[in-house]
């Protein structure tokens, strides 16, 4: 049955190690009508006996922000992979089981039999059930496509657009005219003056040799600022491309660049760079970790191989990878869990310019949290001050 959330003023979650992301120790965490009110004993003593809220012992527990997803296929992806890939849409549930409250959905390889204006909807389905959903306009092709007159349009008048999604160095969809992904990013541009949205290009790589080398030109030539632009996919393995080369080239110049979490050998691709290595790498060649974030490309078919490699089949990648590839950062790449934390929560919300709102514990901000056991796994989650998970209701 699908979830609904809980319905009160708000809640008390007490006796709970508070990571924001950075460690504040044990104490309460008030929140009421959707926002963080305090994050300290004494408030939440004082207003804790207002009528509605919900009491929380959080004994032994963390709390952390709501992890943010800003690569998910909410309608399914992986369409290169033929009609045995394709993969059914994904329900707010799947999300909040993995402590995801916050997901930006766009659309994959096919935009011919799944559009933005299907995706639009899955996103106001994904928000009726408490998850906050975001979505890209445009896509894999170029022109980008849109839903209003044009991007600029969709991304200032569209509350759920949050920027847009194109293509560099894939040859499916090659993209190379200049002219069209020039025209792009004057888009976005302008929409971000008008509207005050960070309005991202949010950009898939593949395979081709130039890599990201057209998102460098942008900032040269046009003044594209250099934080507008998110390169995803870079996380590859140097025979497959230079793209990690570059990506780190483009961080140490004060860009962003997004590490997928299902480009992984875990998750069956040989073509990629696991995130704990990943991440480690990017840290010893000196880039700061407020330039890394990652998310799942959540929702394809993961190819399944035999011990030869040949392929057998396919899985789905669920959203709850994020969460597994947080923990790995602690546990394989030694990051502190403070640390850890970032690339998917406050390093995140700051790319897509809902700093202030996501992605921390903080008085003001939404009251969007999971709760974390002992064992890594994830107890509770709230997103907007309701609890829309509770794992003993799954067991």
């Not at 030109?217 to 140097?238: A, F, K, S, Y």
């Not at 760079?273 to 880039?287: F, N, R, S, T, Y």
């Amino acid at each position: 049955m699908p979830h609904n959330p809980s319905k009160s003023l708000g809640l008390v979650i007490r006796g709970v190690d508070i990571y924001a992301p950075e460690p504040l120790g044990a104490g309460s965490i008030l929140a009421i009508n959707g926002r963080t009110v305090s994050v300290d004993d004494a408030t939440a003593d004082r207003l804790a006996e207002l009528p509605g809220l919900e009491q929380i012992d959080a004994t032994g527990l963390r709390a952390i922000p709501g992890l943010i997803d800003q690569h998910i296929h909410f309608v399914g992806g992986g369409d290169a992979n033929g009609p045995l890939g394709r993969v059914p849409e994904l329900t707010a549930d799947m999300f909040f089981e993995g402590g995801t409250t916050t997901a930006v959905g766009l659309l994959g390889v096919d935009n011919e039999t799944r559009d933005l204006r299907l995706l639009l909807r899955k996103a106001h389905e994904l928000r009726a059930r408490g998850l906050n959903a975001f979505i890209y306009t445009g896509g894999m092709p170029l022109p980008a496509r849109h839903l209003l007159d044009s991007v600029c349009a969709d991304v200032s008048f569209i509350d759920q657009v949050i920027g847009a999604k194109s293509a560099v160095a894939e040859k499916l969809h090659p993209n190379r005219s200049w002219h069209d992904l020039a025209e792009l990013a004057g888009q976005l541009m302008r929409a971000s003056a008008m509207s005050g949205k960070a309005a991202v290009l949010h950009c898939h790589v593949g395979s081709l040799p130039e890599a990201i080398e057209s998102l460098e030109r942008l900032v040269q030539e046009l003044g594209m600022p250099r934080d507008q632009i998110v390169p995803t996919h870079v996380n590859r393995t140097p025979d497959f491309s230079p793209v990690f080369e570059q990506a780190i080239a483009f961080a140490r110049k004060g860009g962003t660049i997004d590490m997928t979490c299902c480009v992984s050998k875990l998750d069956g691709n040989p073509t990629g760079i696991d995130v704990p290595e990943a991440v480690k790498a990017c840290l010893a060649e000196g880039i700061a970790l407020d330039n890394i974030t990652i998310s799942t490309d959540g929702n394809i078919p993961a190819t399944i191989r035999d011990t030869e490699g040949r392929a057998l089949g396919y899985r789905t990648v669920p959203p709850s990878v994020l969460w597994r590839d947080v923990v790995r950062l602690v546990h394989e790449a030694g990051l502190p869990f403070e640390q850890a934390l970032r690339p998917a929560t406050t390093n995140v919300a700051r790319v897509l310019g809902i700093t202030g709102k996501k992605g921390r514990i903080a008085p003001g901000y939404d009251a969007d949290y999971a709760l974390i056991g002992p064992d890594d796994d994830i107890r509770l989650v709230i997103a907007g001050g309701h609890v829309v998970f509770r794992k003993e209701d799954r067991a």
